[in-house]
Structure formats: structure tokens, C-alpha cells
């Protein structure tokens, strides 16, 4: 088993108290900008709040009156979760309201930046074994893209993930 599936965790925002017996050391939550802040009560460790929509593009988060994830956004994370990892002891939670989307993504960055390039396959997959419903967001993955300077690599895992997604919703009829 993988380092990965024992000490980072995503999750939705009904499911924080599900870990609240791994001990949890760091905490990554992400929530829409018309919601308040929050952390759960049993937490006490190091604890970083982003609040952005789950869009897929500028021009997206404005048509519905959010705000979209930036580059800023990604490094903040990028260093908190560099620095949670460099302890060896350290486990890290990442929660925005599903689990589904925006926090998966960002725990898929944050597996690809450690395992280093060329790995990207194997990030998505590790992440998709800790959480198997996940559909990454695809502006936080492009933007981790960018900021690891990947050239791409980190997205084409992902667009077979959205292909084969699409496949099982609309498959083809002969």
C-alpha cells in the first residue's frame, strides 16, 4: 500500500468528522465564496481555507458569479502541503462540499508534485484509489499544470478520466 492512501485524505464537508480518528495534522478546505469559513470543532492542527467555485474558466466563474480558482491559490496549497509532507508523521485532509471535484484535484497536484515527472498516470491513479468517485477539477488541474510546469502531462490522464466518464454517460449506439 502507498504512503499516499495512509496519510492523505478527501472528503466532503459531511464527511470531516469520518476522520477525526486518523489524526489529522493538516487540513486543505475549500468552499464556495458566499459560504462562511469553517473548520471542524476536533481539528487543532494547521488548517489552510481557499474559497473558490467549482468552475472550469474565468469566463465560467463569472457567468455564475464565483470566484475561480488562481495561480496564487495553487502555490499556497502547494507550499502548505510540501511542508505538512516533509513530517513524515503528518496526515493531511483535503474537504471542499463533495469531495467530488475542486478538492480531488488539488490532492491530485499535490500526489504529482511529490512523485515527480513522468508520474502523472500514477498520481491520478493513486488518487482515484483514495477517493474512487473523484472527477478532478479541471481549472485547479490545469493550473497545477502550469505552476509545475508539466507541460500538459498532468492533464492527459485526466481528459482519459472525462473520456471514459462521457463513454459510460453517453455510450454509442450502432
Given at each position: 500500500m502507498h504512503l499516499f492512501k495512509e496519510r492523505l485524505f478527501v472528503c466532503g464537508f459531511d464527511e470531516r468528522s469520518d476522520y477525526q480518528s486518523r489524526r489529522v495534522s493538516h487540513f486543505v478546505s475549500i468552499a464556495n465564496p458566499s459560504a462562511t469559513s469553517s473548520k471542524p470543532n476536533w481539528f487543532k492542527g494547521a488548517h489552510l481555507q481557499f474559497t473558490f467555485g467549482d468552475v472550469i474558466s474565468q469566463a465560467d466563474a463569472q457567468a455564475l458569479r464565483t470566484t475561480a480558482p488562481s495561480m496564487a491559490d495553487i502555490q499556497k496549497a502547494l507550499q502548505f502541503f510540501r511542508n505538512a509532507w516533509s513530517d513524515s508523521n503528518s496526515k493531511v485532509l483535503v474537504s471542499c462540499d463533495y469531495g467530488a471535484s475542486r478538492s480531488p484535484a488539488l490532492a491530485y497536484v499535490f500526489i504529482a508534485d511529490q512523485l515527480g515527472?513522468?508520474?502523472?498516470?500514477?498520481?491520478?491513479?493513486?488518487?482515484?484509489?483514495?477517493?474512487?468517485d473523484a472527477v478532478p477539477n479541471g481549472l485547479v488541474v490545469r493550473l497545477g499544470d502550469?505552476?509545475?510546469k508539466r507541460g500538459g502531462a498532468l492533464l492527459a490522464p485526466l481528459k482519459e478520466l472525462y473520456a471514459k466518464i462521457n463513454a459510460e454517460l453517453f455510450p454509442k449506439r450502432s
Open positions: 515527472v513522468g508520474r502523472e498516470a500514477e498520481a491520478l491513479r493513486l488518487l482515484l484509489e483514495i477517493r474512487p502550469a505552476y509545475l
